[in-house]
């Protein structure tokens, strides 16, 4: 199966990156040779099987309801690239 | 042409957990900017979540509540998109496996009926934070401290057929977790929010038109008047020959009307896939039937119970018991007063007029259960008249004094002394000879009552409403016979 470049530029968009021509049709070659191998598990009889949610045979632990977290904004913040009144900042988003 | 409308509501529901959905972080509202936000929330790298149980049980809790099917096992999915106030970029819900199945709620409708709405499922989920996007020149400020809180999101099958219908659901789901106590349910502060998915088709056609779905709609009365606009836009576009799309709206409550957000050509693709940091979620038949049997008294039961205990009828009982703290005011007045209706009709009659006039909820009421219990019982015992309860009842939510020292103090204080009433209507005779000869002169029956209760009426202004209005009745019944 091979992947348009329109589809290309709908998945960057939804990733939010940015493609040069160039890139676009690397990609459009690398991403077809991906879902060429999901045809390939496509083909794979599944029907009766349940889907497994996990690799591991276990179940989720479950935590009691307790607040165990103390405040470490400054040491958070130390590391972001701009904080203002405790805010991180960050490019202005107004869908 | 006839039109249906086919409505259908996701509510989420911010539950009432100390800590997060999958961090040890508090949610307690109104802590400084990201105090409240830890490393998971964050998304910091090689950070990994562990769901809250109490998350789990008020999900079970509210499952139980609606006649739903509890599943035993369910699974967390990561749901993808990208915002700068969703760190991991992607959000944490459940997909294919939710934890509350199929149920169904009733909802009493102002005409008396009643209607089954289907539940489609429950799941649970985090909140993201908060973007804030004035002050920061050209910038976003991003706040953490709600993101992760836990949500539950309640989806309704497309079963109501009318905004009525659509708020009194939503009443319903209010009073469901505010009994419970797994939330708030304060839409104001964004503890329960609301989108409507929206849409019209021919009355009698089977199919459903193509739905929009309104955003974010923060007041029961908004829910009304969100979906009464929207279902006006569609089918005055279908009318007008356009076609309605499908799409996400807001509703913009102070021009009532909704806008576009974004069509379906932008829509997100979730790529929804099970996230590999959460195992499945197991619980066995010992953990929920100790919560089922852990449930407290819910609207149904307790609405039957007024009915039964209490005498009341549906109608009645219906708006009682859609808070928990009314319907505990109802009951302690009906047992102070030992007359449960006069308890009702006040409490939806006078109370329920001055909270609605000064925009007060019942929990800020001023007027003490067992003042109202009081008054009921003073004019019971016949110490002022029912009239002039309103007056003390005025004073008392104005936070005059009790019941009996506004009664003293403004002399309410009922006139039964009978020859104190006598007095007052030999003199109220001798002062209107115009309207006694007109009540005597008159032959038609009806007519001469109407007389008679001007009257009367002309007794109860000389006392100042005081008069005991039955007395005053047979006094004047018994001079006006002996003078004709």
Not at chain 2, 20 to 37: D, H, L, M, V, Y
Not at chain 2, 57 to 77: L, P
Not at chain 2, 172 to 193: C, E, F, N, P
Not at chain 2, 255 to 268: H, L, V, W
Request: aromatic share 6%; charged share 25%.
């Amino acid at each position: 199966m091979s992947i348009s470049r329109d589809k290309i530029e709908q998945v960057a968009w939804l990733a939010r990156i940015q493609l040069e021509d160039s890139e676009k049709e690397a990609l459009e070659g690398k991403l077809s040779d991906i879902l060429g191998m999901v045809d390939q598990l496509q083909a794979a009889d599944t029907d009766g099987i349940t889907p497994m949610a996990h690799p591991l045979d276990a179940t989720q632990r479950l935590r009691p309801d307790e607040v165990t977290e103390t405040n470490k904004r400054e040491r958070f913040q130390a590391v972001a690239p701009e904080t203002q009144d405790g805010l991180y900042l960050v490019p202005r988003v107004v869908e | 042409m006839q039109w249906e409308t086919v409505i259908g509501l996701e509510v989420h529901v911010q539950l009432a957990t100390q800590s997060k959905i999958f961090s040890g972080a508090s949610t307690a509202f109104g802590a400084e900017p990201n105090a409240q936000a830890s490393a998971v929330d964050l998304a910091m790298p090689g950070m990994l979540p562990v769901l809250n149980e109490g998350a789990v049980r008020m999900a079970v809790q509210f499952g139980f509540a609606v006649n739903a099917d509890i599943a035993h096992r369910s699974v967390f999915d990561r749901k993808n998109y990208f915002y700068a106030d969703l760190p991991k970029g992607y959000q944490i819900s459940q997909m294919y496996h939710p934890i509350v199945g199929k149920g169904e709620v009733s909802v009493n409708l102002s005409d008396g009926s009643e209607r089954t709405i289907g539940i489609e499922h429950a799941h649970l989920e985090e909140d993201a934070g908060k973007s804030l996007h004035e002050d920061f020149q050209g910038q976003s400020g991003i706040d953490l401290n709600r993101a992760g809180t836990p949500l539950l999101e309640i989806v309704s099958e497309p079963d109501m057929r009318s905004a009525e219908e659509a708020a009194a659901y939503l009443r319903k789901i209010h009073a469901i977790v505010t009994y419970l106590g797994i939330s708030d349910g304060d839409m104001s502060q964004g503890s329960m929010r609301c989108d409507c998915n929206v849409s019209v088709r021919p009355k009698g056609q089977t199919e459903f038109g193509t739905r929009s779905e309104i955003k974010n709609v923060n007041s029961f009365r908004f829910v009304e008047k969100a979906i009464n606009t929207e279902v006006e836009r569609q089918i005055e576009l279908i009318e007008d020959g356009g076609e309605v799309q499908q799409e996400t709206r807001l509703y913009d409550a102070d021009r009532d009307e909704t806008r576009s957000m974004r069509t379906k050509e932008f829509a997100n693709d979730y790529r929804y896939f099970p996230d590999p940091d959460l195992l499945p979620v197991e619980i066995d038949d010992e953990y929920i039937d100790r919560i089922r049997d852990d449930l407290p008294e819910l609207p149904d039961t307790k609405q039957a119970r007024f009915i039964t205990e209490y005498g009341l009828n549906a109608d009645e009982a219906a708006p009682l018991v859609q808070s928990q703290t009314l319907a505990d005011y109802f009951e302690q007045v009906a047992r102070g007063s030992g007359d449960a209706r006069q308890a009702a009709n006040w409490i939806m009659g006078e109370l329920a007029r001055l909270m609605n006039q000064n925009e007060v909820e019942i929990q800020d009421c001023p007027v003490g259960a067992s003042d109202l219990a009081t008054l009921i019982l003073r004019v019971q015992d016949g110490t002022i008249s029912g009239k002039l309860a309103k007056q003390v009842f005025e004073a008392l939510w104005n936070g005059e004094g009790s019941p009996d020292e506004i009664i003293d103090k403004q002399g309410l204080k009922q006139v039964s002394d009978s020859s104190e009433i006598e007095a007052l209507v030999d003199q109220v005779l001798a002062d209107n000879q115009a309207m006694v000869d007109d009540y005597l002169g008159e032959e038609v029956a009806k007519k001469q009552k109407k007389k008679f209760n001007a009257l009367v009426g002309q007794v109860m202004k000389a006392s100042q409403g005081k008069a005991n209005p039955a007395q005053v009745n047979d006094i004047l019944q018994q001079k006006l016979t002996s003078s004709d």
